[in-house]
């Protein structure tokens, strides 16, 4: 993939990646963050890790899952307005809660970009990296997004990406063009979005 100049951050943004349990969320953000962390400010906010943190308390019921996003969504926008770009991989299967993240950026004059994974559920599941579709189809875990709890899907992401027949490669370019386009980043990889 050829560049056309050191990429450069023109102001701070949040991309917040939704989708399912295993539909290649984090691999994404973390592609996109690889690419850019020797000259951009980059932070990943990975969902396990907050959830092992921030939200060591929560559960996984509808208004815990709301509370985890809005916490996530007030760290994302504190480091965007900071000038770093944000990547945040994180399920966040309600509406309500991502379109509350997006007014609080929205609000604050901050940048936010939805990237829906839309990874169908069958190939998250043939994926299944950390076993948890296999436990919840056993019985043994309840309240899986996707399986036995509800997933709703985002209605205008700014951005769509099935990554059922690409890699994380080109997923992530897009994500770069798709800064680019919003005129947040320069210098993004030259061949095109579908590299």
């Not at 929205?106 to 939805?114: A, Y």
Request: hydrophobic share 40%.
């Amino acid at each position: 993939m050829s560049v056309c100049g050191t990429p450069r951050l023109r102001r701070g943004a949040t991309v917040w990646l939704t989708g399912l349990p295993g539909a290649g969320k984090s691999t994404i953000a973390t592609t996109v963050a690889t690419m850019l962390r020797d000259d951009v400010p980059t932070e990943v906010l990975d969902g396990d890790e907050l959830r092992a943190t921030i939200s060591s308390e929560l559960g996984f019921s509808a208004e815990d899952r709301n509370i985890h996003v809005r916490r996530v969504g007030f760290i994302a926008e504190l480091l965007a307005s900071h000038r770093i770009l944000t990547l945040v991989p994180v399920i966040a299967p309600l509406a309500d809660a991502r379109s509350a993240v997006r007014e609080h950026h929205r609000r604050c004059g901050t940048d936010f970009l939805e990237v829906y994974v839309s990874t169908p559920v069958a190939e998250c599941v043939r994926r299944d990296p950390k076993g948890l579709y296999a436990r919840a189809l056993a019985g043994e875990l309840t309240g899986l997004t996707g399986v036995g709890a509800d997933y709703e899907q985002p209605s205008t992401p700014d951005l769509l990406l099935d990554t059922t027949d690409i890699d994380a490669t080109v997923a992530a370019a897009r994500v770069l063009h798709l800064l680019a386009d919003r005129q947040l980043l320069d210098g993004v990889p030259t061949d095109g979005p579908n590299s």
